[in-house]
C-alpha cells in the first residue's frame, strides 16, 4: 500500500519511530539493524511494508529495499510472523542471514530468541531456492562484497584478529560505506572501527 515514507523524525526508539509528513505522525516498526543506520538522522526515508492483522494494522519501516524484500520472504514462511521477522533482522544483519539461509546453518538462524529448529529448518527450507533463483537479492547481498571481503579478511586475521569479529566488522563497514571501497580503504576502515 504505502511504498516508502519520508519525513521527519519525530521519536525513535530501538523498536519504533513516529515520523511528522506534513503534520500527520506515523508509527512505524523497525528492526535494530534500521535503528543502527538511522541513528542520528532527523530526517530520512523508510521503505515500508503494511501489515493487516485480525486485531491491528501495523506499519513496518526499513532503512534499505533489500532489508524490506527479506521481511517479505520471510514473513512468507509458515510460522514466521511480522514480529518474528523483525527479531530476525534485529538479530543479524541482511547479509548474515541470507549468508545463514545459503549455507544451510540452522545453528545460526535457531540462536535468534523465539526461533525453534523447526522453525528456523523451514526457513531454510523455504527461502534457499526463492533466494539463490529469485530477484537476485542473494547476489547483491553478497558476490559484489565476496572477493574484496576474503581479501580484506584473510589480511586482517594475518595481522592477528579473530576471523569472526573481523568478518563482522567488514560486513558492517561494507553496509555504511558501500562496495566502492579497495581492499586497502576496507581493511583501514574496519581498523578504525576496532
Known sequence: MYSYI?????????????????GIGYQIHISLHTYAQI?????CR?????????????????????????????ISVSGVGANIARLILSS????????NILSSNVAAMQS???????????????????????????????????TKKEEALSGL??????????????DKVLETKGSDLSV???IKNVLKSF
Open 184 to 186: 586497502e580503504e576496507l
Open 157 to 170: 586475521v594475518v595481522l592477528g584478529f579473530n576471523k569472526n569479529l573481523a568478518s563482522k566488522a567488514i
Open 112 to 146: 535468534v530468541k523465539g526461533i525453534g529448529g523447526k522453525t528456523a529448518q523451514r526457513i531454510i527450507i523455504d527461502l534457499k531456492d526463492k533466494l539463490e533463483k529469485g530477484d537476485g537479492m542473494a547476489d547483491n547481498l553478497q558476490s559484489a562484497h565476496n
Open 92 to 99: 543479524m544483519s541482511p547479509n548474515e542471514i541470507v549468508a
Open 46 to 74: 523508510l521503505h515500508t511494508h503494511f501489515v493487516v492483522r485480525e486485531d491491528a494494522q501495523l506499519l513496518y519501516g526499513f532503512h534499505s529495499i533489500t532489508e524490506r524484500k527479506l521481511f517479505v520472504q520471510l
Open 6 to 22: 519520508e519525513g521527519n523524525l519525530v521519536e525513535k526508539t530501538p523498536t519504533y519511530v513516529v515520523m511528522d509528513v506534513n
Open 39 to 43: 541513528e542520528g538522522l532527523k530526517q
